[in-house]
């Protein structure tokens, strides 16, 4: 009995390193970079809500986003996109060759993202229309990079 719960789990341990081997080697990044772009997203609905005058403007909450928003901005650098995390050879990727082929673009994207952040963060909080304009430029940079850079959900 107790070598035949020894090759159990002997089995049970190789067989989770064959697993283990067979994962994607990008999976982590590009669960880093949901998450974020999700925080971000979860964020973005509550100003947007707002901008949209669906719920009532709280400058408190729309301080908490912006600076929620700001802080994932200055994050994202090409750690979260390592070279070969691409869409169709990345588990769950959407992300584009062209942010490899086209880095500087991409980073200035992102700096462009860090600006609208920044300028939203200091918007957000004041009062709606406040809001409704930081939210043009910030929606601006956001589409810039996702259009060249993100592949489209199916």
Same mark, same amino acid.
């Not at 159990?8 to 669960?31: H, I, N, T, W």
């Not at 991409?106 to 920044?118: E, M, P, R, T, V």
């Given at each position: 009995?107790?070598? =035949? =719960?020894?090759?159990?789990?002997?089995?049970?341990?190789l067989g989770s390193v064959a697993v283990a081997e067979?994962?994607? &080697?990008? #999976?982590?990044?590009?669960?880093?970079?949901?998450?974020?772009?999700l925080q971000m997203a979860t964020d973005l609905g509550?100003?947007? %809500?707002? +901008?949209?005058?669906?719920?009532? /403007? @709280? *400058? %408190?909450?729309?301080?908490?986003? %912006? %600076?929620?928003?700001?802080?994932?901005?200055?994050? !994202?650098?090409?750690? $979260?996109? &390592?070279?070969?995390?691409? /869409?169709?050879? #990345?588990?769950?990727?959407?992300a584009l060759p062209a942010i490899w082929t086209a880095?500087?673009?991409? =980073? $200035?994207?992102? *700096?462009?993202?860090?600006?609208?952040?920044?300028?939203?963060?200091?918007? +957000?909080?004041? @009062? !709606?229309?406040?809001?409704?304009?930081?939210?043009?430029? !910030?929606?601006?940079?956001? #589409?810039?990079?996702?259009?060249?850079?993100?592949?489209?959900?199916?």
């Amino acid at each position: 009995m107790r070598v =035949l =719960l020894m090759i159990a789990a002997a089995s049970a341990v190789l067989g989770s390193v064959a697993v283990a081997e067979e994962e994607d &080697p990008f #999976a982590d990044a590009v669960e880093m970079r949901h998450g974020l772009m999700l925080q971000m997203a979860t964020d973005l609905g509550k100003v947007g %809500a707002m +901008a949209k005058e669906e719920t009532p /403007y @709280d *400058a %408190a909450v729309a301080s908490k986003a %912006a %600076a929620n928003i700001a802080a994932i901005a200055s994050v !994202l650098s090409m750690d $979260q996109f &390592p070279a070969g995390s691409e /869409y169709q050879k #990345a588990t769950d990727s959407f992300a584009l060759p062209a942010i490899w082929t086209a880095q500087d673009d991409f =980073l $200035q994207k992102i *700096a462009d993202l860090n600006s609208a952040s920044g300028a939203f963060q200091t918007a +957000a909080g004041t @009062d !709606l229309e406040s809001l409704k304009a930081g939210m043009a430029g !910030l929606g601006g940079a956001c #589409a810039a990079c996702h259009k060249a850079y993100r592949q489209p959900e199916e």
